[in-house]
């Protein structure tokens, strides 16, 4: 389910909670609304609303968390296939097919992970990828050194290219969801009930109704949020391919 239909889901139940205490009121009988009352209730909603918001504090927390996370190892991944490039273009003319195949590869993953029509899948995980990483590795492996600088050379790109590797399954291992299921959902009941208490007590008015609405939109807009950040390569709030189009332009140099 897409981040919108969950924040779609998230408003109609906070924003029907509203309504059902404003509907519900006028079948209340009235020494159950006294001050006493009313003060129980107050006390009830306020600690609903502490724990309600140290758990929605948490939840944004991990998903800002797993956000940034995975920002970093797209710059990481960047920067490594930028230098592995440099390191081989330094070691000499025979590293040429490893780098023109180190380029389609970065090509290729760039169109599978950024395409430019959003409505395409995006593609993380790619076998061929893998294959083709590993045949880069496997080059480096054979390349016969001549002098201490090529060994110098081939030993860091050997480094540089377990790196990458271990980087991407980092960011494969991270896909799955940040946010506990059972959270988002305590969490859209405990609002659903705070909005009820404030429907309970409010004056029936279009003036309320709206305040009430635009309260619950706000609400359900704070959830999109956080699943947007919970899919990091997909949705709105995706994170930059900058990165990697900018080593892109730069392999082959």
């Not at 969490?187 to 279009?206: E, H, K, M």
Request: net charge neutral; hydrophobic share 50%.
């Amino acid at each position: 389910m897409i981040s919108t239909e969950i924040a779609s889901i998230v408003f109609a139940c906070v924003f029907g909670g509203a309504l059902l205490g404003m509907f519900l009121r006028v079948y209340i009988p009235e020494h159950h609304l006294s001050e006493g009352s009313k003060d129980v209730i107050k006390l009830g909603m306020g600690l609903i609303a502490t724990m309600t918001a140290l758990v929605l504090g948490l939840v944004i927390a991990t998903a800002k968390n797993s956000y940034d996370t995975q920002a970093d190892a797209v710059k990481h991944t960047a920067a490594k296939v930028l230098l592995l490039d440099r390191v081989l273009s330094n070691y000499g003319p025979e590293t040429k097919e490893a780098r023109e195949l180190l380029r389609r590869i970065v090509a290729n993953r760039v169109e599978a992970i950024w395409p430019e029509d959003r409505s395409q899948r995006v593609s993380l995980d790619a076998p061929e990828a893998v294959f083709a990483a590993q045949q880069i590795e496997a080059w480096i492996v054979q390349l016969s050194p001549q002098n201490d600088a090529q060994r110098r050379l081939q030993s860091q790109a050997l480094q540089i290219s377990s790196e990458i590797m271990e980087t991407r399954w980092l960011i494969l291992g991270g896909r799955g969801s940040s946010i506990p299921v059972p959270f988002l959902v305590v969490v859209v009941f405990w609002l659903t009930i705070i909005f009820g208490s404030f429907g309970l007590f409010a004056p029936r008015n279009a003036t309320v109704v709206a305040v009430l609405f635009l309260c619950a939109l706000s609400v359900a807009g704070s959830i999109f949020l956080i699943l947007e950040m919970d899919r990091p390569f997909e949705g709105l709030m995706r994170i930059s391919s900058a990165p990697l189009r900018y080593t892109l332009s730069h392999l082959g140099q």
